[in-house]
């Protein structure tokens, strides 16, 4: 059950003042690599942000995350940093300090934790996958607040998750586990660049949105790209084609959160995610409606979905909050 404390506001929103030790968080994905200084009540005090170099070779990405730590080390608040804490787009190996994002194929098997380490200094480093850094900030800030357990899920270029058990955040050995997206829920389906088929993501992402839209023959207005925003609009105008395409995409997340559900039991499970977020109830209405259809029993039955709380921040303050729960730093309290 989830407590009746109201959740505190966005770390967005809140005031960008000092108040202890600081985290310093990187949130790496295809599109953009992120980073801020966060504080212990998950205020982001100075920000850095760098386009992922994504088809380059993985050097090159490597030094634009350089980039953004040197940004945020030129910072005088560098000087209260404990830790680095890095929400990262997976698969990532935390055991090694590896990651081999599906994303960023000059990335495999590369050794970030050690390039950061390189460039922050002697500090510790925590790595993450970003749906089990996006799990850690909802459930201290967000929309998990209050709940044991949970899923915790993003759904944009990729579709991740992270999982809230026994009221802790539950990273596994490797720091996948929750890893929603790469569930197969159609087992004679597409191929997955991860190599499998049928994976949730290779039906509920943006990118695939408008990939199966443009498939259907459905077509974006003119001077519009084909993305899933566009996607979106169209279905807002009634578009039966865009509509089956964001129907399709939540059938599949509402298989792999029934299938999540029944492995482990949730409270509640909250998506968010820049397609989530511009979609809104075209996404959020029929995967309710077909999540009823498939988590039918008593224990997965009546599951509750809702919106993430924290937006784009969320990966910064869930990858301070992983290296918090890692290193048991008393100053900071995720999931309190």
Not at 108 to 121: F, H, S
Not at 171 to 184: D, E, R, Y
Not at 214 to 228: C, F, H, M, N, Y
Not at 314 to 327: C, E, I, S, Y
Request: proline content about 7%; some cysteine; charged content about 15%.
């Amino acid at each position: 059950m989830r407590s009746e404390s109201t959740a505190e506001a966005p770390a967005a929103s809140r005031p960008s003042v000092a108040s202890g030790p600081l985290i310093a968080a990187l949130d790496i994905g295809g599109t953009k690599i992120a980073g801020a200084l966060v504080d212990p009540g998950g205020r982001l005090l100075v920000r850095a942000l760098r386009p992922t170099p994504a088809r380059e070779d993985g050097d090159t990405v490597m030094r634009a995350v350089g980039e953004v730590v040197a940004e945020l080390r030129a910072d005088p608040r560098w000087a209260a940093v404990v830790a680095v804490g890095i929400g990262s787009a997976g698969p990532v190996d935390a055991s090694v300090g590896t990651v081999s994002p599906v994303n960023v194929p000059g990335w495999r098997g590369y050794p970030l934790v050690g390039g950061v380490t390189e460039a922050a200094g002697t500090l510790p480093v925590v790595l993450t996958g970003d749906g089990v850094a996006i799990a850690a900030a909802e459930h201290w800030l967000g929309a998990a607040r209050g709940y044991d357990n949970a899923l915790c899920m993003v759904v944009s270029t990729g579709v991740g998750g992270g999982l809230v058990l026994g009221g802790t955040v539950h990273p596994g050995p490797t720091g996948n586990a929750g890893h929603i997206g790469h569930i197969s829920v159609d087992l004679d389906g597409d191929l997955c660049p991860c190599g499998s088929r049928g994976c949730v993501e290779r039906l509920a992402s943006g990118p695939n949105i408008a990939r199966r839209a443009l498939d259907s023959g459905w077509r974006p207005a003119p001077g519009t790209e084909p993305t899933a925003a566009a996607v979106a609009e169209s279905a807002r105008a009634g578009d039966p084609l865009a509509l089956a395409s964001f129907d399709r995409a939540a059938q599949a997340l509402a298989a792999g959160i029934a299938a999540t559900a029944t492995l482990v039991e949730l409270g509640v499970v909250v998506i968010g995610g820049g397609v989530a977020a511009g979609a809104g109830p075209l996404l959020f209405d029929p995967l309710r409606a077909h999540l009823a259809r498939y988590a039918t029993l008593s224990f997965a039955s009546g599951l509750k979905v809702v919106p993430a709380e924290l937006g784009t921040d969320a990966g910064l303050v869930g990858a301070a909050a992983a290296a918090a729960q890692a290193l048991r730093l008393a100053a900071f309290t995720p999931g309190g």
